[in-house]
């Protein structure tokens, strides 16, 4: 070979290798992960449930080619309840692993707690199990600084009002007009209060009186006899760092009166076990049920939950699976896993999930980016233990059993 | 018909403190371990029988029998492989032995819980009770489990002083609280009396937790409260003074019954709490205790 074509011939090479070398680094730039952070309570009920649902949303995304291409890299946190281990940790996913948008907190204190870390870092921060008013009216206070923080569930004022409509259709024809409000002591009660006191007189529902309970009590007998002595029909609840102990106890003193309301550790399939069977005829509101058919991808995503984790889902692992869908779907209408543009994508978030069509609310709505509640929105069911099985009794058209309350609950004879 | 509601479940409240502190108490005594991982014990034998009677499907009393082996195995592993070893360590000096096993104990405490976290998450459970059912008792609705559990614990209770008092074993119990050195003159081994004495307590511990947890409930985040409150009871009856703990653990429990049936149920731990500051200022030593 002469020199020049030696040149040549190097030079052709070099170019090869470049050629490749750059089509490479696109090809890995292209591929490289996205990554999604979430903090959860992993010890408890919904916090699990969060973890699991957002675990399964990306393993699909991730099988049906990512985001544009792009892998989801998921990281799990326990926050273990605790405020200063949730701040640190969103600190942590947010400055170190470089997470676009974080997700999940069940307990309203801690969503609380990391939502002015939201703005101030500007990671997108979807709250998907905590139900406290005063999420969404945080930002709605100051959106320019706020918009950041997204209530991808109810506020506690939507979920008191889907109780009042399924009381309304179930239980006031069964006569049962009267109420004594039970709830924890925590921050989302004070508005699921609230609204108790303001929807069920409208419902035809008389509220006798409103007893609020440390939740580290364990001995409701005092408080079962002073309901008894207000000769209500039901027992309004509003539970969901409590459960297993109240209801035990309703059902081995047999308290003659109808446990309804929200029992948020009720609506997993791991209740029956905690409860060794007691919460056999409690009522309690939810999002969404496993085996009803709420939307087309309600069945679909119980079923795979079911598989994947030999449990039905509780309510959070729906709103937590739907959130990571909006999330995906904004980055991918955006094409930018830069903050503003998540904002700009999730806002036009319209699509159908779990719990029923999505839509967060604009920053002029009392509930800046909380979930949109209503018909053609996400309503809510009502559904009650029998038999060892979660039945759904609310929406009527959607409902696949009556009420039947235990015999030794008078009240509703 | 309030006064008899009060009665009846100030009763049960109460005599289930006296059995979950008892051997809390016992412990101090004859071996002078202040042992901090008390409600993990009480916690891990209700776990047990819940996970044996529920998962497992199997009965009422087999599930019990199982919580309460795992109490004893649970409270053995606690003096072999927590206690015994700070105690018998050379590296630390022997005035700061038993800060060293309260901080162990402290320690192990917060380590069973992690582990319960761990494998049962911290949503607590009901273990199944013995008899279910209610009964009526002169006018007022009582679970059958209540009356059950009091009988028990008051059995377990007689038992214990029977032992105590009337049985050899007993006797080198009260000698070992009193003046161990004495003993190990005597030519009795200190080392055999202190694992009678932890087999006792984790028998008490073992049966404590399952009756506890089937009328209150258990789960990990059960553990500090449990031991908080066996605290309370047993500075309150007298550090070491197993009569004392019996009478504290019933001043507490009827205090915080009417507390709860009479101002409110979320204020029904603050008087009880008051009453042993007050004791504290006037009788640090408790109501009987010596030392």
Aim: contains cysteine.
């Amino acid at each position: 070979m002469s020199k020049p074509n030696i040149k040549r011939g190097a030079g052709i090479a070099l170019a090869a290798i470049l050629a490749a070398g750059v089509s490479t680094v696109a090809v890995q730039a292209a591929q490289k992960p996205i990554v999604i952070g979430v903090t959860a309570e992993m010890a408890t009920i919904p916090g699990k449930a969060i973890a699991n649902g957002a675990t399964l949303a990306v393993q699909q995304i991730n099988a049906a080619g990512g985001i544009n291409g792009r892998p989801i890299k998921l990281i799990i946190e326990d926050n273990h309840i605790s405020t200063t281990d949730a701040i640190r940790s969103f600190q942590r996913m947010t400055r170190q692993d470089h997470a676009v948008a974080i997700l999940g907190a069940f307990t309203s204190e801690v969503a609380l707690a990391v939502e002015p870390w939201s703005a101030r870092l500007h990671e997108p921060f979807l709250i998907t199990g905590a139900a406290s008013n005063k999420l969404a009216e945080y930002v709605h206070a100051d959106y320019a600084q706020r918009k950041y923080i997204f209530h991808a569930y109810l506020p506690a004022a939507y979920l008191a009002q889907a109780v009042c409509d399924s009381t309304k259709d179930l239980l006031v024809p069964m006569h049962m007009t009267t109420a004594v409000v039970l709830s924890e002591d925590a921050a989302w009660t004070k508005p699921l209060d609230a609204g108790y006191d303001n929807c069920l007189p409208k419902v035809g529902v008389k509220v006798l009186g409103n007893i609020r309970f440390d939740p580290n009590t364990t001995d409701f007998t005092p408080i079962y006899q002073k309901i008894e002595a207000m000769h209500p029909s039901m027992i309004m609840a509003g539970w969901a760092h409590v459960g297993v102990q109240p209801t035990v106890q309703w059902a081995e003193q047999k308290v003659p009166v109808a446990l309804v309301g929200i029992n948020a550790q009720a609506g997993s399939s791991l209740f029956w076990k905690a409860t060794n069977g007691a919460t056999e005829g409690v009522l309690t509101g939810n999002t969404s049920a496993p085996g009803v058919a709420i939307t087309p991808k309600t069945i679909p995503f119980t079923d795979a939950y079911n598989k994947a984790f030999g449990s039905d889902p509780a309510y959070s692992a729906y709103s937590t699976y739907d959130a990571m869908y909006a999330l995906a779907a904004a980055i991918k209408r955006e094409k930018s896993t830069k903050p503003n543009a998540i904002v700009a994508g999730l806002e036009k978030t319209d699509m159908v999930g779990t719990q029923g069509r999505l839509e967060f609310q604009g920053k002029s709505a009392k509930f800046t980016h909380a979930l949109r509640y209503g018909p053609g929105f996400i309503t809510g069911v009502a559904i009650q233990w029998q038999n060892g099985v979660q039945k759904c009794v609310w929406p009527l058209k959607l409902a696949n059993a009556k009420v039947v309350f235990p015999s030794f609950v008078t009240a509703s004879k | 018909m309030q006064a008899l509601q009060i009665l009846i479940d100030g009763f049960a409240i109460s005599t289930l403190y006296a059995l979950g502190a008892l051997g809390f108490t016992l412990i101090f005594g004859v071996s002078g371990v202040l042992n901090l991982a008390h409600g993990g014990l009480l916690v891990v034998s209700a776990m047990v029988a819940w996970y044996v009677g529920t998962a497992l499907g199997a009965d009422a009393w087999v599930s019990a029998a199982a919580g309460i082996a795992a109490g004893l195995a649970v409270t053995l592993v606690t003096y072999g492989a927590v206690v015994r070893p700070v105690q018998r360590s050379r590296a630390i000096p022997g005035a700061e032995r038993e800060l060293f096993v309260l901080t162990a104990t402290l320690l192990w405490g917060v380590m069973l819980q992690e582990l319960l976290d761990y494998w049962f998450s911290d949503t607590p459970v009901a273990v199944k009770p013995l008899l279910s059912g209610t009964v009526n008792f002169l006018g007022v609705r009582t679970p059958i489990n209540e009356f059950l559990t009091a009988a028990i614990a008051w059995a377990v209770m007689g038992l214990l002083w029977l032992l105590v008092n009337r049985t050899d074993i007993g006797k080198r119990l009260r000698a070992t609280a009193i003046n161990p050195r004495a003993l190990t003159l005597l030519g009795f081994d200190l080392e055999r009396i202190y694992l009678v004495a932890w087999l006792i307590y984790g028998l008490l511990a073992g049966i404590a937790g399952v009756l506890i947890g089937s009328f209150l409930g258990s789960g990990s985040s059960y553990i500090a409260g449990l031991t908080g409150s066996a605290f309370t009871i047993v500075v309150l009856g007298g550090l070491g003074s197993v009569s004392g703990t019996l009478i504290a653990a019933y001043i507490v429990g009827y205090i915080e019954t009417l507390t709860a049936y009479l101002v409110s149920p979320a204020l029904r731990e603050v008087p009880a709490l008051l009453l042993l500051i007050a004791v504290m200022y006037v009788r640090p030593q408790g109501l009987l205790g010596k030392r």
